[in-house]
Protein backbone atom coordinates (compact mmCIF):
# COMPACT_ATOMS: atom_id res chain seq x y z
CA UNK A 1 0.00 0.00 0.00
CA UNK A 2 1.48 2.97 -1.31
CA UNK A 3 -0.61 6.45 0.52
CA UNK A 4 0.50 9.61 -1.33
CA UNK A 5 -1.20 12.99 -1.80
CA UNK A 6 -2.88 12.73 2.23
CA UNK A 7 -2.50 15.51 4.19
CA UNK A 8 -2.20 15.88 7.58
CA UNK A 9 -5.12 15.82 9.50
CA UNK A 10 -6.80 14.56 12.89
CA UNK A 11 -9.81 12.30 12.85
CA UNK A 12 -12.58 12.65 15.83
CA UNK A 13 -14.88 9.38 14.90
CA UNK A 14 -17.74 10.65 17.05
CA UNK A 15 -18.06 13.17 14.54
CA UNK A 16 -17.82 10.94 11.42
CA UNK A 17 -21.48 9.87 10.31
CA UNK A 18 -22.91 6.49 11.55
CA UNK A 19 -23.96 4.05 8.91
CA UNK A 20 -26.03 1.12 9.72
CA UNK A 21 -24.82 -2.63 7.73
CA UNK A 22 -27.43 -5.74 8.27
CA UNK A 23 -25.41 -8.99 9.19
CA UNK A 24 -26.90 -12.25 9.14
CA UNK A 25 -27.90 -11.75 12.16
CA UNK A 26 -27.05 -8.14 14.19
CA UNK A 27 -26.07 -5.40 12.95
CA UNK A 28 -22.38 -3.27 12.36
CA UNK A 29 -22.63 0.35 12.47
CA UNK A 30 -19.35 2.09 10.32
CA UNK A 31 -17.90 5.43 10.55
CA UNK A 32 -16.02 5.77 7.23
CA UNK A 33 -13.20 8.08 6.15
CA UNK A 34 -11.58 7.49 2.60
CA UNK A 35 -8.09 8.73 1.80
CA UNK A 36 -7.52 8.03 -1.93
CA UNK A 37 -7.60 3.89 -2.38
CA UNK A 38 -7.84 3.99 1.37
CA UNK A 39 -10.53 3.24 3.38
CA UNK A 40 -10.80 3.45 6.98
CA UNK A 41 -13.30 2.63 9.44
CA UNK A 42 -14.26 2.85 12.63
CA UNK A 43 -17.20 -0.62 13.06
CA UNK A 44 -19.30 -1.53 16.07
CA UNK A 45 -20.60 -4.83 15.48
CA UNK A 46 -23.41 -5.22 18.10
CA UNK A 47 -24.01 -8.24 20.30
CA UNK A 48 -24.96 -11.55 18.31
CA UNK A 49 -23.62 -9.80 14.82
CA UNK A 50 -22.81 -12.23 12.15
CA UNK A 51 -21.70 -10.91 8.76
CA UNK A 52 -23.59 -12.01 5.57
CA UNK A 53 -21.01 -13.46 3.31
CA UNK A 54 -17.81 -14.39 2.32
CA UNK A 55 -15.52 -11.58 2.11
CA UNK A 56 -12.41 -11.75 -0.30
CA UNK A 57 -11.55 -7.89 0.72
CA UNK A 58 -7.82 -7.11 2.24
CA UNK A 59 -7.92 -5.79 5.56
CA UNK A 60 -5.51 -4.62 8.38
CA UNK A 61 -7.75 -5.03 11.50
CA UNK A 62 -7.21 -4.10 15.56
CA UNK A 63 -9.56 -5.04 17.84
CA UNK A 64 -10.54 -2.52 20.45
CA UNK A 65 -13.41 -3.72 22.27
CA UNK A 66 -14.84 -7.00 22.99
CA UNK A 67 -14.67 -10.66 20.97
CA UNK A 68 -14.57 -11.26 17.75
CA UNK A 69 -14.46 -14.20 15.73
CA UNK A 70 -13.00 -14.81 12.17
CA UNK A 71 -14.17 -18.21 10.23
CA UNK A 72 -11.71 -18.60 7.11
CA UNK A 73 -13.87 -20.60 4.09
CA UNK A 74 -11.43 -22.95 4.33
CA UNK A 75 -12.61 -24.03 8.18
CA UNK A 76 -9.69 -21.99 9.91
CA UNK A 77 -10.51 -20.22 13.01
CA UNK A 78 -9.20 -16.91 14.83
CA UNK A 79 -10.10 -15.30 17.69
CA UNK A 80 -9.23 -11.98 19.07
CA UNK A 81 -9.77 -9.71 22.08
CA UNK A 82 -8.68 -6.36 22.57
CA UNK A 83 -5.33 -5.13 21.67
CA UNK A 84 -4.86 -8.22 18.99
CA UNK A 85 -5.28 -7.59 14.95
CA UNK A 86 -5.78 -10.02 11.88
CA UNK A 87 -4.28 -8.89 8.31
CA UNK A 88 -5.42 -10.47 4.59
CA UNK A 89 -4.31 -9.57 1.47
CA UNK A 90 -7.07 -8.94 -1.30
CA UNK A 91 -8.69 -11.79 -2.60
CA UNK A 92 -6.06 -14.22 -0.62
CA UNK A 93 -8.61 -15.65 1.73
CA UNK A 94 -12.72 -15.50 1.92
CA UNK A 95 -13.52 -15.04 5.71
CA UNK A 96 -16.56 -13.68 7.79
CA UNK A 97 -17.09 -12.32 11.15
CA UNK A 98 -19.05 -13.23 14.28
CA UNK A 99 -19.66 -12.11 17.51
CA UNK A 100 -21.56 -12.96 20.80
CA UNK A 101 -20.75 -10.06 22.78
CA UNK A 102 -19.99 -7.46 20.12
CA UNK A 103 -16.40 -5.69 19.14
CA UNK A 104 -15.62 -2.32 18.05
CA UNK A 105 -12.50 -2.16 15.83
CA UNK A 106 -10.44 -0.10 13.74
CA UNK A 107 -10.14 -1.35 10.24
CA UNK A 108 -8.12 0.09 7.20
CA UNK A 109 -8.60 -1.40 4.03
Keep these: ?8 EATDWASVE ?24 MVEYSPGYRADHWCA ?11 LHIEL ?5 SHLKPGMSYQVADDA ?6 TAAGAKLFIVD
Aim: overall charge positive; some cysteine; proline content about 4%.
Design 57 to 67: KGHILLCLEGE
Design 73 to 77: QDGRT
Design 18 to 41: RTEHKGETGVAYWRTRNFGDIRVR
Design 1 to 8: MRMNDIPF
Design 93 to 98: EPHRSF
